[in-house]
């Protein structure tokens, strides 16, 4: 924990003095942070000479709207249910009523913004908008998954042509949304709302 704070606040003064680099990050700090060029690091992982895994930090063509020479916080980290030491990008997890739940918690979404952008987003590029995604696993988390997993992916909010048969019961709770709002942070409702 100290070592992360130290690199945290040394990432901090660096960003004041030039920014952060993802290539230059530590793997124990590259997930989820956000680079001063406004893109996301991802932890990639390769073949070393020697046959082990390696990890390195890279800079993911992601780019993120809110934020920038971000590092995000061990208590984000764990509010929300994530990994540091996640390789890439995915929304997998979405598929996890557990690591939903915490997603979808006001510790979460009401504090960690970076964390819940990338997921609005990840959950958009999949045709699932993350608020009604919430909404629903509060109050039938069994069903939102079945109907995700069993429809593959729900209506995207924003008009697509697609077969009728491809709709999910979470797909008829989904609000239009303007192309502009689409790539906004979103504002979720409090738990119990």
């Given amino acids: 924990m100290a070592l992360v704070l130290f690199l945290a606040f040394s990432f901090f003064l660096q960003g004041a003095l030039g920014g952060i680099i993802c290539e230059q990050l530590p793997t124990e700090l590259c997930s989820f942070s956000v680079s001063s060029s406004g893109k996301r690091c991802l932890l990639e992982n390769f ?5 082990t895994t390696a ?17 995000e916080t061990d208590e984000c980290i764990s509010a929300c249910g994530v990994d540091r030491k996640s390789v890439g ?5 979405l598929l996890q009523p557990q690591f939903t739940a915490k997603l979808c918690s006001n510790a979460c ?5 970076n964390i ?3 997921y609005f987003n990840l959950a958009l590029g999949e045709g699932v908008y993350l608020p009604t995604l919430c909404q629903e696993q509060r109050t039938n988390p069994r ?15 924003v008009s697509s042509p ?3 048969s491809s709709e999910s019961y979470l797909s008829s709770a989904i609000s239009p949304m303007s192309s502009e709002d689409q790539y906004m942070a979103p504002a979720m409702p409090p738990v119990g709302v």
């Fill in 47 to 51: 073949a070393a000479s020697d046959g």
């Fill in 89 to 93: 990008i995915s929304s997998d997890s």
């Fill in 109 to 113: 979404h009401q504090s960690c913004p």
């Fill in 143 to 157: 069903r939102v998954m079945a109907d995700i997993r069993s429809s593959g992916v729900a209506k995207s909010p």
């Fill in 116 to 118: 819940v952008d990338l």
């Fill in 55 to 71: 990890y390195q930090c890279k800079t993911s063509e992601v780019a993120v709207n809110i934020m920038q020479d971000w590092i």
């Fill in 162 to 164: 697609g077969p009728a």
